[in-house]
């Protein structure tokens, strides 16, 4: 079941430039997981976010869960090629799934 | 640590022939385990997931099956393939009913 809401689906932005990509849902969420995917390949987990409010710092990521826990943002510092991929936000809960569509984010050099 | 492992990673199949992907997963014990398709612009759509040996749950009625012979071996299978099958498919494991997922490497498969 999709129940997250991920904008913007593409993103292209210049190498040293910043990002957010947003996650939000009209559900309270327990927990949200963001995710990295590169072509051909697994999404690889970035991080957990569990309580309202929380910020967590993964090098130049910046995560963001909402207040209410119905929303999550990512934000990226000074993008470089390396980040580019298919970022996901995903719930998962009693062995079933919530996710957005994922946002395509293409840093160019 | 743990580790999950699907193969193969690419497969081109003729319609109507079988399907057998696999993955197993080292590092861990009774893990819950799932088989995913993802298609683009779509998200992830859960086929199959199972929280023990022989124990399967199927959330969507369609042409395949899943098996779990052992604690750590996943298996996706079709007797016979439909055009509409190819896709990228995604194993993964969790602990728990909350627990984060980690995935496979993916298979792509091409139905001709």
């Known amino acids: 079941t999709q129940l997250l809401e991920q904008s913007p689906q593409f993103l292209s932005i210049q190498e040293g430039e910043n990002l957010t990509v947003y996650c939000n849902s009209s559900?309270?969420?327990?927990?949200l997981q963001w995710y990295r995917q590169e072509p051909g390949e697994g999404p690889v987990l970035l991080v957990t976010?569990?309580?309202?409010?929380e910020v967590k710092k993964l090098k130049r990521l910046t995560f963001q869960f909402g207040d209410a826990r119905k929303d999550s943002s990512l934000h990226i510092t000074a993008a470089q090629p390396g980040d580019t991929g298919l970022y996901l936000c995903?719930?998962?809960?009693?062995?079933?799934?919530?996710f957005g569509a994922g946002t395509t984010v293409t840093v160019r050099a | 640590s743990q580790t999950i492992h699907q193969w193969p990673a690419t497969l081109v199949q003729p319609v109507g022939s079988p399907l057998s992907l696999e993955c197993t997963v080292e590092?861990?014990?009774?893990?819950?385990l799932y088989w995913y398709r993802q298609a683009a612009g779509r998200g992830l759509q859960l086929l199959f997931y199972?929280?023990?040996?022989?124990?399967i749950s199927s959330e969507v009625p369609q042409n395949l099956s899943a098996s779990r012979p052992q604690d750590r071996q996943f298996i996706l299978s079709s007797k016979k393939l439909l055009l509409s099958d190819s896709g990228f498919y995604l194993c993964?494991?969790?602990?728990?009913?909350?627990?984060?997922?980690?995935f496979g490497e993916g298979s792509r498969l091409t139905v001709l």
């Open positions: 995903i719930h998962s809960n009693d062995y079933k799934l919530s």
């Open positions: 976010v569990v309580t309202g409010g």
């Open positions: 559900s309270v969420f327990s927990s």
């Open positions: 590092g861990t014990s009774n893990p819950n």
């Open positions: 993964a494991w969790s602990f728990g009913r909350a627990g984060e997922l980690f």
């Open positions: 199972s929280v023990g040996i022989g124990q």
